[in-house]
């Protein structure tokens, strides 16, 4: 079955970086557009990032553009979020998705999701 498992979360500090990886497993990689989602206390998911199969085609939520990147590796089956100058705002729990179609909101498979904590 399909599986992703994002790691890196942890605290940080406000202005600083983290990047987020997700490893997946039980699909064909590089037919899956992946993405980055997030939910934060007491709101609803929201959409953070997506990348095409190959990684010619990115997309950012307003929030994010400029401070976060989006990035793969499809020969370790891994993508990447790395987030520069986190504000509190980004604190929440970040989830990785993959689906066939790109720019999709309601993606196929979801990751259970890593914790990003940010101290102002």
């Known amino acids: 079955q399909v599986q992703l498992v994002e790691s890196g979360g942890e605290l940080v500090q406000a202005g600083g970086s983290l990047r987020l990886s997700c490893a997946a497993s039980?699909?064909?990689?590089?037919?899956?557009?992946m993405g980055w989602f997030r939910q934060a206390p007491g709101k609803e998911r929201e959409f953070v990032a997506t990348?095409?199969?190959?990684?010619?085609?990115?997309n950012y939520a307003d929030s994010v553009k400029g401070r976060f990147t989006i990035s793969r590796d499809n020969a370790k089956n891994t993508v990447y979020l790395q987030m520069n100058g986190l504000e509190s705002e980004d604190t929440a729990v970040y989830y990785c998705?993959?689906?066939?179609?790109?720019?999709?909101?309601?993606?196929?498979?979801w990751g259970r999701g890593t914790q990003v904590t940010v101290s102002s």
């Open positions: 998705t993959a689906d066939r179609q790109l720019g999709t909101m309601t993606p196929r498979y």
């Open positions: 039980g699909l064909t990689f590089s037919l899956f557009t």
């Open positions: 990348i095409s199969w190959g990684g010619g085609t990115k």
